[in-house]
């Protein structure tokens, strides 16, 4: 089962978000999120790996074990997230609901 679903604000149903990052010493990165049009609380994620789009090189950064570098294996992973959107759409289940099923 793979399903594909956009976060939508509870309140106003708006798919623009903040992500805001809270980073603290010797805890995974927890990431919360919020409505970038009403301002409500949208949900909040804690952080396994972190993955952005900037090079290795880029990094001047200590390595931790909560970065993953963006490799090939990311690229393709995003692209696979593209095609299945195209594909099949968004399930419009809850996100909650839909984590819920695959994890059976
Ligand atoms: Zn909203």
């Known amino acids: 089962m793979e399903k594909i679903r956009f976060e939508h604000c509870p309140v106003c149903g708006s798919v623009r978000t903040e992500n ?3 980073i603290k010493s010797g805890e995974p990165p927890v990431v919360f999120v919020r ?13 396994s790996k972190y993955t952005s789009d900037k090079p290795a090189e880029m990094l001047n950064a200590p390595p931790s074990k909560f970065v993953a570098p963006f490799d ?4 393709k992973s995003y692209e696979n ?6 594909e099949q ?8 609901q ?5 994890d059976k």
Not at 35 to 47: M, T
């Open 20 to 22: 805001i990052f809270h």
């Open 89 to 96: 759409g968004e399930d419009f289940k809850l996100i909650e």
């Open 72 to 75: 090939d294996e990311v690229k």
């Open 35 to 47: 409505c970038a049009d009403c301002g409500a609380f949208v949900s909040k994620y804690v952080l």
């Open 81 to 86: 997230l593209q095609k299945l959107l195209k």
């Open 98 to 102: 839909l984590i819920g099923e695959a």
